[in-house]
Each structure stands twice: as structure tokens, then as C-alpha cells.
């Protein structure tokens, strides 16, 4: 059983920057395809970015492309999301999923391991 905690998520202005973390326990993170996605108020949860077990393959939503940056720290068990330029359209619960077998792209992938999420909020 894989455990995800998220953590750094906050109230930010128009512009501003956050770095979310998401530290797994019971399974190493080597062994772990990571993905964040996110589920805005009265919205389906969607795809933001995803990192394969090796950093080799790292796929972005278009809407977070060259603002967002997904990394990896195996050592830590950790995985990161840095978010530059934040919009007020950025506003979600973020959440991390992992999955051993598979990259997390799909949210309705019932394979997938998550975590409950942190907040980001952008305000105008």
C-alpha cells in the first residue's frame, strides 16, 4: 500500500510562485510513476503533470506548460511541482497519484494511488 501526503499548497496573488511537495511512504519512490492533477470547484479533476520512474518521460497540460515544473527526489521520496506565474484559473485542490505500472495522465484510472490533496489559491 502506497501512502501520499501533499504539502506547500497556500494563498498566493496573480504572478506569484509555489512548490508543492508529495512524500511517499510504503513503496519506494523509485518503483513509483508520479502525477499531479487538480480539481478546481465545480469541476472534474483533470491532468497537470506526470514524471516516470526514471525522469525520462515528463508530459504537462498545455494550460502549464513553461510555468509549471514536475521533478523528482528518490532519495527523499519525494516528488515536487513548482508553480511560477499563477493565474487565478490555477485555483485547486492539487493532488498527487502514483501508480507502479503506469504514468498517471488519466484521472479516472481506478489503479491509480492518492493523496488528499493541498490547496492553491490565486488571487486577482
Known amino acids: 500500500q502506497v501512502q501520499l501526503v501533499e504539502s506547500g499548497g497556500g494563498l498566493v496573488q496573480d504572478g506569484g510562485s509555489l512548490r508543492l511537495s508529495c512524500v511517499a511512504s510504503?513503496?519506494?519512490?523509485?518503483?513509483?510513476?508520479m502525477g499531479w492533477f487538480r480539481q478546481a470547484p465545480g469541476k472534474e479533476r483533470e491532468f497537470v503533470a506526470s514524471i516516470s520512474r526514471s525522469s525520462g518521460n515528463i508530459r504537462y497540460t498545455d494550460s502549464v506548460k513553461g510555468r509549471f515544473t514536475i521533478s523528482r527526489d528518490n532519495a527523499k521520496n519525494t516528488v515536487y511541482l513548482q508553480l511560477n506565474s499563477l493565474k487565478p484559473e490555477d485555483t485547486a485542490v492539487y493532488y498527487c497519484a502514483a501508480n507502479p505500472v503506469v504514468v498517471p495522465t488519466n484521472p479516472l484510472n481506478g489503479m491509480h494511488y492518492w493523496g488528499k490533496g493541498t490547496l492553491v489559491t490565486v488571487s486577482s
Open positions: 510504503g513503496r519506494t519512490l523509485s518503483s513509483l510513476n
